[in-house]
């Protein structure tokens, strides 16, 4: 298996697109340009292919960067029959779909752009490429992107990477990201454009991996890194992160929904699935930490993640999963928030710190230490436990009385919450 050392630093190349316009055209042929959910429609005004791209260039260059930023990024020529678009700063991509109708929304009959009546993303005449792209082959040390098998480290943060970022047919043995990866050093893309517009490229590394590693060795790390690793099975170790660059966003950005990934976090700032519509799957989800047991780590579980077991030493936790039942959360330290809109856990065992149950969904099995506390306060909602074991009585607060406590609750070692001996089931009923 090769290494191959990210160095960036590649030469940057504007991208040129090319959309050929054929066949018989009618003056009343629409051109629609699409650029990031943004469209500009053109009405052909004439039967000559020339004359109708002289149309659209004219159109697209006069639209202003106020309503129209994801446009003004790109210059619209013409090349005989075609449509050149280059973008306006070498090294950034872009990327933009011609479509063709009759007048009033009507499918085309005779035109074509680049030989078809259906959407087209054009003939790249020119590829995109720069020091920030990880498809660009002189950015690696191998002088070739990475490849199936390959080792991948992350290390120098000069070149941060933030484009070719669609490597969803690579499998990786290991990639690996440095804490030296700091400052510059971002992976991703934010979901907000700098040009003030929602940002339509890719915004994560889609590369899968056998061993993903994150926050290794010492460092300031990084303030985002965004990693999507499909369908391959994923073990994935986060060992530390920077300062998160976006308010209420986590550093490290991670998904993949293979049936068996494995997330470890030891340190740092961590959300899997974090924003709504993405999907990932944890059969297993350990959280340490590595100087304090209370803060090292701060991990969030989107709502469309399908977590399975949860070992917790230390840090905080916030479960917003709502895709299916999560089996079984221990916790030993630190705080854990379990939300969701009926949020259902199969065993829950609390040994220490503090767990905010605030969903109305279901709790099969529960056991609170003497030194914890499982906390129904924040979310008044009813709820269910249906077995729950106490070895201290105030472990347990839910003074609203919103639970409906199944088969009581059985108070182990200590003499609940009337003084008349140890291991009794209590059931409340009303008055």
């Known amino acids: 298996m090769a290494t191959n050392v990210w160095k960036g630093g590649a030469p940057a190349v504007a991208q040129v697109q090319s959309y050929a316009f054929a066949g018989t055209w009618e003056a009343t042929d629409i051109v629609i340009c699409t650029v990031g959910g943004v469209s500009l429609s053109v009405v052909a005004g004439s039967t000559t292919a020339a004359t109708i791209v002289d149309a659209i260039v004219t159109a697209w260059n006069l639209l202003p ?93 000069t070149y941060g990477i933030y484009y070719g970022l669609s490597q969803s047919g690579v499998t990786l043995a290991s990639l690996v990201v440095k804490q030296t990866y700091a400052n510059s050093g971002v992976i991703g893309l934010p979901r ?3 040009n003030n517009y929602p940002e339509y490229r890719e915004q994560y590394l889609c590369v899968a991996a056998t061993l993903l590693t994150v926050g290794d060795g010492e460092g300031e790390g990084s303030g985002r890194i965004k990693i999507n690793t499909g369908t391959v099975q994923t073990a994935a170790n986060v060992l530390g992160s920077g300062t998160p660059l976006e308010d209420g966003i986590p550093a490290i950005l991670l998904k993949g929904t293979h049936a068996s990934n494995a997330y470890n976090v030891t340190k740092g700032s961590v959300g899997i699935a974090y924003f709504a519509g993405e999907l990932s799957t944890a059969l297993t989800l350990k ?22 077991t949860v070992t917790k030493n230390g840090g905080k936790l916030h479960c917003d999963t709502t895709t299916a039942a999560i089996t079984a959360i221990t916790q030993v330290a630190g705080e854990a928030t379990i939300s969701g809109i009926t949020n259902v856990v199969t065993a829950l065992t609390v ?14 099995t ?39 406590w199944t088969n009581g609750i059985d108070f182990l070692g200590c003499e609940g919450v009337a003084g008349v001996g140890t291991h009794r089931t209590w059931t409340p009923t009303a008055i």
């Open 351 to 364: 040994w220490g710190g503090t767990v905010f149950f605030c969903t109305s969904g279901t709790l099969t």
């Open 287 to 308: 959280i340490g930490y590595l100087d304090s047991i209370e803060t090292d780590a701060d991990v969030y579980c989107g709502s469309g993640v399908t977590l399975g």
């Open 192 to 194: 907000a454009n700098a």
């Open 65 to 157: 960067a106020a309503t129209h930023p994801q446009f003004a990024e790109i210059t619209a020529s013409r090349s005989g029959n075609s449509l050149l678009l280059t973008a306006d700063t070498a090294g950034v991509p872009f990327v933009c779909t011609l479509t063709t109708t009759e007048t009033g929304g009507g499918a085309a009959d005779d035109q074509r752009i680049e030989g078809d009546k259906v959407a087209t993303t054009g003939t790249a005449s020119t590829a995109s490429a720069g020091p920030n792209d990880w498809s660009t082959a002189v950015n690696w040390s191998l002088g070739v992107a990475p490849v199936n098998t390959n080792d991948v480290i992350v290390d120098d943060p």
């Open 366 to 404: 529960g056991i609170v230490g003497a030194s914890a506390v499982l906390d129904f306060r924040r979310d008044m909602r009813a709820k269910t436990v249906t077995n729950m074991s106490a070895y201290w009585p105030n472990a347990i607060q839910d003074p609203a009385g919103i639970v409906t």
